[in-house]
């Protein structure tokens, strides 16, 4: 039997000690949620700020040059100006680690 158990960081060494303990097998599964990222409006007389959310979890980079396989999104910043980003997959690794 197999349960996905979402711990805090802070209770994770004990948890994963405890599970060893009574005798389980554990896989460790990291995920990433989509976080939001600011940016800057890339008119040059205006330059504020605006929020962009992944298109999804795995395209979490944003680029502001078309490449293959990037996600087109395009944000308008509080002054009305469209930027377009282009969201792509970060260099894979087996973990992914959260920035706070
Ligand atoms: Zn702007």
């Given at each position: 039997m197999s349960e996905i158990v979402e711990v805090p960081a802070e209770a994770f060494s004990s948890l994963v000690e405890s599970y060893l303990n009574g005798n389980y097998r554990l896989y460790l599964?990291?995920?990433e949620m989509p976080e939001k990222k600011t940016f800057s409006c890339k008119e040059k007389s205006?330059?504020?700020p605006f929020?962009?959310?992944p298109p999804d979890d795995a395209h979490t980079d944003a680029l502001l040059d078309p490449t293959k396989d990037a996600v087109e999104r395009s944000y308008k910043c509080p002054d009305g100006h469209?930027?377009?980003l282009?969201?792509?997959k970060p260099p894979s690794g087996v973990f992914v680690a959260?920035?706070?």
């Open positions: 599964i990291v995920e205006c330059g504020l929020d962009a959310y469209v930027n377009t282009y969201w792509v959260t920035k706070r």
